[in-house]
């Protein structure tokens, strides 16, 4: 009985029955108990075991060990299993010829040999298991766990392993997920901090069928809830573990996403984490350096990401076609904390892009020139153009100021355009605040034109509500519609007025004069 935790352990050995019991010849075992943990555990159990002994027990064999088992935890079904045992113990040396576990849905196998058990205890050995991880699931209550589709249908794990001292070591691991082949090593290192090392290859991965095939109104409404904030840093793991390994895919699909040579690489020393990534995925390449240092005694984390991608199809990562194109990308951000919501207040950094060969949705563009026009009461010519604006380069930059609430800054330009936005937006919330203007310029081999009129002048849009659909959010601005109108006027008096001013003067001066006028207008 244990008053602390006022919980109560009882096992009883309910039978117990040997025959001819000696030296120098087998004899056999009949037994059955059980064991019970508070209300969270019980187990009953019974068995046969031949055993063989030698005077002063010098050696023990046992054979056909036989053991079947009815497990109980608390909130879940009775798990049946069996276990098999033979072995032989000998000159400080216990070898374990058979182990057999037989569960609902597999098996597990293997042999082990316990040497020097009194001085320095070795451990060495096999083991390999066989299961069906849908039926295990099942046995343990869990099905509901289970996705869709015929995934997770056979899972086979083997490998040798040794133990010594503080080193326990996994060696020729070979195994498979359904179609998809692994293999590699591991070594596990106790200490005040314990180390994990490992290798592991794995082939191809297909996780397509365990996505949902269709989409239930809650599966939707559960799509718009607003993230819930939550620690992205597991800074109590970083400062418990030490860590050197590395892991290869060769290719992964899902539903979402196919990607192909995928290689990742983590560092963790005295709580700071160095990991690495690279894949080829949406027809280009990825790849990132994340560093984290949660080393301080007190809650300050700080980390870095710095990534950069080659030839991504914008449409495909996005899942959207407001914007195509091929990007290419560098990236660096900094941030502080472990919690969502404290990266999210602090990051910082700026990230270049350029998207080649694309096309944009210039509706809101459109709308904003609609406006402006009913509003002047003459064309821009902007009406004219196709919704989606094709282009050769659109290229730009971002930077997080502090946070991404506000003082964003976006620059983006392309060949007949170029804006800028400012704002944030609050990913807890599922809200984005971003003021933006696009200013219009006719170029000489610009595919489109506008009046002369309406270049130089600054576009309004507001770009206010959810993030789900940032396009469809972005709609001409009033107060600033009203300003540009304004504007626009203002260039065309002052434009009339130049060329009045230009007309009556001398021929011989007319060119220095243009250059002080059109400084006195601007």
Known sequence: TDAVTATRTEASVDQLRAVEIGYGAPFEINF???????????????????????????????NELSLENELSLADL??????LNLSGTYFADQLKLNQIALTVPGGRLEGSLVFADLSTAPALAGKWSALLNPRKVLEAVGAASALPTGDALQSFRLASDFSASGKELQLTGIEGTLDD????????????????????????????????????????????????????????????SLNADGRVRIAGLRSADLEAANLDLAVILREARLTATFAAEAYGGTVDWQAKVNASSAGLNVSSRLDAHAGGIDVAALAATQWITGS?????G????????????????????????????????LKLATDAADAL?????????????????????AHVFADGTTKDQVLHFALETLYGRASGGFDLLSDTVEYDVYVVLENKPD????????????RW??????????????????????????????????????????????PEDIKGKARDVLESLFR
């Open 460 to 505: 309004p849009l507001a770009c206010h509500g959810s993030l789900l659909n940032p396009i469809e959010l972005c709609r001409p601005d009033g107060a600033g519609l009203r300003r540009m109108v304004s504007d626009i006027a203002k260039k065309e008096i002052t434009g009339k007025t130049r060329d009045s001013l230009l007309e009556a003067l």
């Open 446 to 457: 610009s595919q489109f034109k506008v009046d002369a009129s309406m270049t130089g002048i």
């Open 327 to 331: 990007l290419t990308l560098d990236s």
């Open 333 to 364: 951000l900094t941030s502080q904390g472990s919690m969502l919501s404290e990266i999210l207040a602090s990051i910082d950094g700026s990230s270049h892009f350029d998207i080649t060969d694309g096309t944009l949705d210039v509706t809101p």
């Open 180 to 239: 998809a082949a692994f293999n590699g090593t591991a070594t596990f290192t106790a200490g005040v901090v314990p180390e994990v090392r490992f290798e592991l290859d794995v082939g191809v991965l297909d996780l397509s069928a365990l996505s949902a095939t269709d989409s239930t109104p809650a599966d939707v409404a559960a799509s718009t809830t607003p993230i819930a904030d939550r620690e992205l840093i597991p800074v109590a793991l970083l400062r």
């Open 376 to 396: 002047r009461g003459q064309p821009s010519g902007v009406a004219d153009w196709p919704d989606q604006l094709n282009f050769s380069s659109l290229s730009g």
């Open 32 to 62: 059955s108990g059980k064991l019970n943990h508070g209300d969270s555990l019980s187990l009953v159990t019974s068995g046969r075991a031949h055993l063989q002994l030698e005077p002063g027990l010098r050696r023990l064999e046992l």
């Open 77 to 82: 079904p009775k798990v049946r299993s069996t």
